[in-house]
């Protein structure tokens, strides 16, 4: 073993990046390793919508209240990573509009804002003519929306890559083209990672491999049931922006980008780690962007991408330390929601690994609450 | 001025690059200028449709007899080209289907099939059956086709650069990113060319700027009406093909390229050189390849992309010398029809500029025909 | 005519995106005419630096007043085009080191130093051991340095991209692909432009086209000698960046962008438009790269460019109205000050339009001192 | 266990490509297993020399013969390839030319010349006139060369491509994004392979991973000792080929593609995956291409790559069944001579695979030369 570390961390996405961020701020020895390059599979093909209230609905647990507190925390880290890494991730808080085409979706509306409103989030419904007042492209054909004010957006590649560069900034090393192969487990504590090229020894890692964790994890005899769901989108270009917030509907999503880009997603296909776009699910969403903002037709089109994201049984990301490995600790499984919770993420698992309490109970997010370890 | 060429070719698109590869064969100094790259226009786009007899249909006069003889050039070029520049330009010669959807498509099939069976041009009527037992992805939805044996395919920014390359390699002198000013006319000849760099003299100036070729000449008062026609198209991916053969609907041809791309074009857009592709555009051509070809829907999106064509108002390419200044000769107006007829336009060109006579009489192409020289 | 605008701007560059987004804000109807894609030569080739003390050495003339005032508007169009676009242009404010190998330069620093000081301009010598203290990885074979702490640098692409788009936003109208044939020039004043497409009715036009302007007027007998002179480029990456600041040696700079890109460039070839890379240009860049900052021989290797900058005979740009035709300005001519220049020539060129006296001697700046109207 | 297969190929670069070919061609029910695209290592990297007598000098042996062997078929292959995918892989016959720069390479050619000729390979010594007489833009500094008038090359990832198009036509499944976790071993026997989506059930697995074939059968307890060795490589474009051969020199060879392309490779960096183009590697090469051809000076720049080469203790490539498990088969560690060795390394496979003698003794290539079961 040529080298030890506090932390090594496996994974380069948003996830990953966020942690070794935070620990590199904290002073530890830390070590990202990336298979590929940095961002390089679902944090660089997420549409960036930090949408805590619009992707939760009415489940107001335990999920819904990780997600409003990262939320809150993109505006500092604005400043804070573009300070170190001169990179500026277009964090943007003009709100989130979810439009309704049928009347099922007006009466479920309702019911989320209330239940949103009792957890004192902000949110309101708006009928069509307030809806089209606010975003005058969009479809008369809408029977109103729901408007939140605090879901905003970010540009998810240079949130993905701001973190990484602060934390090297920061002193943190970043090894891409590295695959980890195993761990050293011994005694009951992990004690390093088994890459390519050299064995790492560590007192901690932290495996943050988004859709590929239980693959990594398998052989050494962990069940991570963590799965792939595919989601593909595209992007036109205008000059003027046709819209100014995200706009959700059935089965598609618009997100203006700055300088005009706006990014539609996105399709969900589940079991699969092909990256391809496929002809189908690009005509579907072709078709829905058309309904919900004709005038998308005059933009010029610019490309379609796919991404692969992490999905769990229930829903909820594993957070936390394995329960029979010491030292071995788990921040995946973010589903849709990784670029939104990846700063929130971060702060859990460096307090983790500091031993620090954490004011959030993560009983719900325990990577034991379906992890048996084969023997 | 500096260096002197018997002549100077304006346009380094396929038809620029195959009068340069014929006259560099045949001894002649030759400079090629290229306001761009290489084929960075519309040979880039075309999919390369040798579509003699499918793009013509009843129109059975000097045209079609031009575009049937250049056809026949396509197999002896094939080697011709790779044994110089080393390129392979794809050439397919397994025919192409033209399908009909609508019950009027079929009676018009009926009259192109009479028309060109007349001039001796073998094509035949298929019905749904035998349509499918050809190309059994098609849909079953179609009233049948007809299968036109003699018009292939290339791959045309191949053909264009094995072109230009080969012409190269035989010595013609290639300068890109040299836009050309205008033309040194005296006494009633062509005398040389300005770039922006510098003028250059010869003997003999060639105009084969496709949809610029208009633009170029308007400052010397001589008035060639051609206009742009944009054209949208997209590719997908399969390992094995969908298709073998071109096949070609109403609004919408698909046309197997190596490897199991397929090359799905075109819209049409008059009067624009804007080269940006539209969403509408390309959603409209989606709609058309599924209803056309439904196994699409499983195949791998691959880009999409336009051209500019050059369109005349009779919808016959300018061949020719020009009337009133001698050594002025012009090339262009191809319209859909370049890569076609891209062989024999070098050879024609070619013989004019050494005074042979053409045994194919070139007054329907006579850039007289609509010539205004303004005063 | 069909439509009539204010002010024509012919050029998408980071000059035309400044002066459209100038115009738009105060109201005016503008439309912005770019032959190819916005900031698609030049200014997508700059490093960035905003050079004004480095740049002009010794010529603390006109020029450098403009550059210095230009450079001071940076800081708050940052906050300003990021609020209209959305697009962080990038600023850096981390000051500019320029070392010395030879003794010559030493001696050659010092009257620099002794100019700008004089003018007011903050500017300080370092010894070799100081600039090592500053940059630690730079070669200590240097003989010293000058450092500027006022002359910082932006990501050019983005902060032209960022001038147009906030354009458009306000009302600007961009057309890409659309090539400026002519103007309309009736008793003495310019009353409108011609495209390829149509004519465009205006009352004002401002040519803004790079080293392009001079062959967009020669038709119409105007005669603005702007000569092109290329520039070659390369980039690397690393996690943590090599430098801090910018650093400027005898025929290489090194720009630091954020996440750790390193811009290196420039070669300078004269009187050509040719803009590909040519090996023997890399060639010498790499050289001297290494020879100032041994460590990129870690880097990365990241891609090479090159860009086609507007150079005058004298070195001024030209910045003014046409004394012969009324309502024609320019505003170009930048050579390697574009970008720097860019805020102050929008805010001039937006005040004459408007009629308003400018606090600034334009003198030395007017497009009369060499233009010849040949008749 | 959803689908069954005769066999499945572990690795889509040009041997899994080969294999696949050779398999579908005999009516093997094949599935090819990709873990990203195909060719996307190092078949996309390589410069398709085809250098069975440049590349292994004296060593007359076993890996002589195949590869001379092999060279023998590329012939062949070009038409029958072409004719199934439509891919023209670029099969070059001009030779090669191995040049010295220093008295004691002359010495070593000579020796090289002997023992070749001795194994009636023509190869011939040719002195500074004549070589200079072949390749005119070589330098003249050089001593002298051997020309090997036998060793061509090939476009190495359209070859690869060809391969397994043609492999899928002809009815093998290629799946890519396919990641390969495990191999289903009992009984003495292969059953199967796990990927990350499901269990395939086959009767042999063939494992040509390159680089990564160590990799993938580690955990399995399976030890092949192949290590990766990464090469970087970088291109220039000239409209007129600068040589016609492939031209060898210590450290660096240029090999001359189609239109012009000119691709220089190659560094060798061992034991890491890294395929990052390192700043220093780049430089090298570029430095002793300057020397070895001077005129590439005025070529363009296009780009630089690298690619991981798979490399084994003694140099030999692993090709036959593995002794304990039957009908676990290997076909990797080709290290710089994958694209040569291809042809023949799919016809040995299927050859094992049917159950034929070779008339090829591969005890030198035996798995079970290194290969320790551990247990």
Redesign the interface.
Known sequence: MKSHYDVAIIGGGVIGGSIAYQLAKRGSKVVLLEKDRLASQSSQAAAGMLGAQVELGTEVGPLFELAVKSRAMFRELTGEL?DI????F?F?DKGMLKVAFEPEQVAEFQEIIDAQQKMGQPVEWMNTTEVIAREPEISGEILGGMYIPGDGQVSAPELS??F??SA??LGAE??????V??LVLEQGSVKGVVT??ETISCDKVVICAGA?SG?LL??MGIDLPVY?VKGECFS?LT???LITSTVFSHGCYMVP????RLVVGATMKE??????????G??TL??R??RLLPQ??????E??WAGIRPQTGDGMPYLGEHGDWKGLLFATGHFRNGILLSPITGCLIADLIEGKTSEINLSSFSPTRHLIVKQ
Do not use: M
């Open positions: 573009k890494s001169g990179i500026d277009g943007v890559l701001a990484a560069k090297a900034a970043i090894r891409e083209h590295t695959e192969l195993s390519a090229e590929w693959i398998k052989p792939p036109v000059h003027k922006p980008k700055r300088g005009g079991h699969t780690y092909d990256r391809k776009v496929s002809f189908d690009l005509a072709v078709e962007a058309k998308i037709r005059e933009a010029e089109w490309k379609a």
